[in-house]
């Protein structure tokens, strides 16, 4: 392990150069033993990644650079050994090597990542917690990135309930950001672990949070997005998610309102619809006792009218007229839709001819 601690910290060299430096079923401490000679042979490295190698195996010091991190209570794996998430072994572009405070998600611990807007609104950031705190009552771990707004409610909810949670940074772990949640980064630990790939000290840099969304993405078994722009990072998790085979949630949201517009995007490109706490626990099956969880993300709860229309409507009252305006349906259609709508639970009829929505579907 001091000798991947060291593969992960030679300026210039990545997670690409230290697969070619592993090939050949080398390990991290062969390559610690290279010579210049053989660095040179190797696949994919240019003469600065030699002389790099060369540099920092004169610099580092293994003993210290390993106690270190012990001192600072800093967890450490690599691919090398047999503790690494295989959750992320399955991805693409893997990180070699992760940093940790706290612990690392169990192996087989049903996990989800939610994630959304920083500037979300007051029935996004009720949504994300609600649905953090009843997860986590069930045993479901949650994962998010630690920004503000939607990632920071769900962190909340997941510890409100006493469940753990994962926040998977864009920065070292020993670097707190933002620093307006900070009760969470030291909270956090205590019941889950704050995770990055990067060396514990390395300040946030914008380029390295898209790099991080994939990790959010490939530690959960479904990805729920809970108000999201049209360009956001949020939508750039759900991309990596669905790159990894995981499903996509949204929470739908009027067509007029900024941060509906990217979860409305992903509905429309067919991600699945969330629709509430108790609704979303039910299509997932999660079930208390028998010792475990099981899952079931096959269903498709709406129809294609039925997701137009729902997605109109909001907490404040709509009118039929409103909704003829909006949609291409005729009176006696769209009666139907909100008929079957109101059958399924999914909105209520508040005063004669205007519905909302139900808030657990």
């Not at 690599?78 to 940790?100: G, W």
Request: hydrophobic share 40%; with cysteine.
């Amino acid at each position: 392990m001091k000798y991947a601690l060291w593969l992960s910290n030679i300026p210039g060299i990545g997670n690409g150069k230290i697969r070619f430096l592993l090939g050949e079923d080398r390990c991290a401490r062969d390559v610690y033993g290279m010579s210049e000679a053989q660095l040179k042979n190797v696949y994919g490295l240019t003469k600065e990644d030699v002389l790099e190698i060369q540099k920092s195996r004169a610099e580092w010091n293994l003993e210290a650079e390993w106690n270190r991190l012990a001192q600072q209570g800093i967890g450490f794996v690599s691919a090398e050994q047999e503790d690494y998430p295989q959750k992320l072994r399955r991805i693409s572009n893997p990180p070699y090597s992760l940093y940790y405070k706290g612990r690392l998600p169990c192996p087989g611990e049903k996990a989800a990542a939610i994630v959304g807007a920083r500037c979300r609104s007051a029935y996004g950031s009720e949504t994300a917690h609600a649905l953090a705190l009843e997860l986590a009552k069930r045993g479901v771990a949650v994962i998010s990135g630690l920004a503000r707004g939607i990632d920071a409610d769900g962190h909340r909810g997941a510890l409100d309930a006493g469940g753990a949670t994962f926040a998977v940074l864009g920065c070292g772990v020993n670097v707190c950001y933002p620093k307006g949640n900070r009760y969470l980064y030291d909270r956090i630990p205590q019941r889950g672990g704050l995770i990055s790939e990067f060396p514990p000290d390395l300040q946030p840099q914008a380029r390295l949070f898209p790099v991080r969304n994939r990790l959010i993405s490939a530690f959960s078994d479904c990805v729920i997005v809970i108000e999201a722009r049209e360009k956001s990072g949020s939508l750039i998790t759900a991309d990596f998610a669905l790159e990894q085979g995981k499903d996509v949630y949204a929470l739908p949201g009027r067509v007029t309102d900024e941060l509906s517009r990217g979860c409305n995007r992903l509905i429309r490109q067919g991600a699945g619809i969330f629709l509430g706490v108790e609704d979303f626990l039910k299509e997932w099956e999660l079930l208390c006792g028998g010792g475990g969880i099981q899952m079931d993300f096959s269903k498709n709860l709406l129809e294609k009218d039925e997701r137009l229309v729902y997605s109109l409507l909001d907490f404040c009252p709509a009118g039929i007229g409103t909704l003829l305006d909006k949609t291409p349906f005729s009176l006696t259609e769209l009666l139907d839709i909100l008929s079957r709508l109101e059958g399924k639970g999914m909105i209520r009829e508040q005063i004669p001819n205007y519905y909302v929505k139900t808030l657990n579907g």
